[in-house]
């Protein structure tokens, strides 16, 4: 008896501990891995669409790569299409059939603003809302409560890849506040870091040679992987279109790629050009 009473003690305890913890120390990371303190003030097309959110993430990436090799695996996401580039088999926990794809898809090259699609079969329909290519796509909800936009920033010989949730929490209950704050928050987080890391893998290695892959490790369709990145875990602790279909080709390997995206700014596809790929620290230590 003293032994469960123990337990649940400490249990309750941790709980709390987590909830004070949280917010004060891990959310900000949460809510804005990878992201510069400039790009997360920064006004990115699709923030007017809801001006007052309750809740706001801006998460970032740098790849190595020109925004041409990240545009075709933004325009193709999608259950039914290619995927969301995350943990696969956690999505389709929640019925939203999401397969990762791991090539370019020409039938899903031709998004045009006002195309829809649902997540799962009582999901929220997200539309297009904000459409230029090589530099943002802006999904919205059909009820206006959630905006999710993708900015492709220049920089250097790469690109910042910019994923924006912008979510209004006006009507709901404190039981529901509590679910967003200290359960959705957090899996959002490891969830879309999967995300833009595939994305990243994706189009470094659409934008070199084939045999050449970005970081040394070849992205995989619907990778499955066990999450362990420690700042991570402490956070969770407490059809196609006719004039761009040509541009599609198959390498004699087998690999699908852009005609023409291989080149570097500096002429050279091999070489290497460092820049910031993720968040630069960890997640903060109590």
Not at 150 to 157: I, R, T, Y
Request: charge should be positive; glycine fraction near 12%.
């Amino acid at each position: 008896m003293r032994k469960s009473t123990s337990i649940a003690a400490g249990t309750v305890l941790a709980a709390a501990g987590g909830a004070i913890a949280y917010p004060l120390f891990f959310r900000r990371w949460c809510l804005t891995w990878g992201a510069r303190p400039d790009e997360v003030s920064m006004k990115l097309p699709g923030d007017e669409l809801l001006a007052e959110p309750g809740i706001v993430a801006t998460r970032v990436v740098w790849v190595d790569a020109p925004a041409s090799s990240i545009w075709p695996w933004l325009v193709q996401m999608g259950p039914g299409r290619g995927g969301a580039y995350t943990y696969d088999w956690i999505e389709n926990l929640f019925g939203l059939g999401m397969h990762s794809a791991d090539e370019i898809l020409p039938q899903y090259q031709d998004l045009q603003v006002g195309d829809a699609q649902r997540l799962g079969k009582r999901g929220p329909l997200l539309r297009v809302a904000v459409l230029e290519a090589e530099r943002s796509l802006v999904l919205r909800s059909d009820d206006g409560n959630w905006v999710w936009a993708f900015s492709l920033v220049p920089e250097a010989a790469g690109t910042r890849l910019i994923s924006r949730n912008r979510i209004a929490v006006a009507d709901a209950s404190p039981a529901a506040r509590a679910l967003n704050t200290y359960v959705m928050e957090p899996g959002s987080l490891i969830m879309e870091r999967k995300m833009l890391r595939g994305i990243r893998h994706r189009a470094e290695r659409l934008a070199r040679p084939p045999g050449s892959h970005a970081d040394g490790v070849p992205a995989r369709a619907g990778d499955g992987g066990a999450v362990t990145d420690p700042g991570l875990l402490r956070c969770l602790g407490l059809g196609a279109s006719p004039n761009r279909s040509h541009l599609i080709q198959r390498d004699a390997r087998g690999h699908s790629r852009v005609q023409g995206l291989g080149a570097r700014r500096d002429g050279n596809p091999h070489e290497h050009v460092a820049g910031p790929r993720d968040d630069p620290g960890q997640a903060p230590s109590l």
